[in-house]
């Protein structure tokens, strides 16, 4: 609850300005907007911790959650991770690794249902893996992959790429820029752009079958040296858990209704709860 909580105190215009333009804290002050959110923060952390304390004093070194997995790692002078760097890996977790690949696969479920064509050549596909088929196989699946890779294009999770600052006077796209700059690159934007996506606001899964797009114009993840390094295991828990429910379960969207993105702290989710109709198949 926090985590949600957290999230959609971020989403805020003026919060998300104080993250990504810091020296407003300088001109504002740390306003009771700013000191609320970082008491929800507190709170979280202190939840974290607890859970830290209670797991050294009764460490089971049978458990192969992350937490303990974190607690038994050593470094290259053999020295375990501390409280403080234990809490900020589970936070990027649950934040970075958690909501972002939950959110994405919230979008998947909803257009491979929003629209039967997509979702009848996807159980097709899905129809061709063997009864007790190997993981590596759904990653061989190409329209599978399609359908992943056009649910972060149409929705990226992550709207921005973090903020860089110019240092030397550069000429960028025709604007000289002086350093002091902040510059923000827009996924969003570079994955609607019509000459490189025609009709970029429809779901068509083909278009990835069709052209392979450079590192420049499909970018989900970021680019450059400094891309997302949780970029090959989030591709794999979409494929692994969308290959799962739709060969297990018939799905059905309870409305039908357009559901549009709003952006929720870093991330962008629906705007609404995604409801669907659950029933397994039956097989004579």
């Known amino acids: 609850y926090l985590l949600c909580e957290l999230l959609e105190q971020a ?15 300088e001109i504002f002050g740390v306003s009771e907007i700013w000191k609320r959110h970082i008491q929800k923060k507190e709170q979280a952390d202190q939840l974290i911790y607890q859970e830290i304390k209670e797991r050294r004093e009764n460490f089971d070194p049978q458990r192969t959650d992350i937490l303990n997995l974190l607690m038994s790692a050593r470094d ?20 970075a690794g958690h909501e972002t690949t939950a959110t994405a696969i919230s979008w998947a479920f909803y257009w491979i249902h929003k629209l039967p064509e997509v979702r009848e050549k996807l159980l097709a596909e899905l129809d061709t893996l063997e009864e007790n088929y190997d993981s590596s196989a759904v990653f061989k699946l190409p329209y599978l992959t399609a359908v992943c890779n056009e649910t972060l294009r149409i929705h990226p999770v ?11 006077p550069i000429s960028l796209g025709g604007y000289q820029l002086e350093p002091g700059t902040i510059l923000l690159g827009s996924i969003y934007l570079v994955h609607h752009r019509e000459d490189i996506y025609p009709e970029p ?9 069709e052209k ?41 969207l309870v409305n039908t209704q357009e559901v549009k993105p709003k952006r929720r702290g870093l991330v962008t989710g629906p705007n609404a709860p995604i409801n669907l109709t659950i029933e397994q198949y039956s097989y004579p």
């Open 201 to 209: 606001e429809k779901f068509k899964p083909e278009r990835f079958l």
């Open 11 to 25: 989403s805020s215009p003026l919060r998300v300005s104080f993250l990504y333009l810091p020296k407003l804290k």
């Open 212 to 252: 392979q797009f450079s590192p420049y114009q499909f970018l989900p993840f970021g680019g450059g040296s400094r891309r997302c390094v949780g970029l090959a295991f989030a591709q794999m828990e979409m494929k692994l858990i969308l290959a799962k429910v739709l060969k297990t379960w018939s799905m059905k």
């Open 76 to 95: 290259e002078n053999n020295q375990p991770m501390t409280d403080v760097e234990l809490k900020d890996e589970l936070m990027t977790l649950l934040v």
């Open 158 to 168: 992550g709207m921005l790429t973090f903020p860089r600052m110019v240092k030397e």
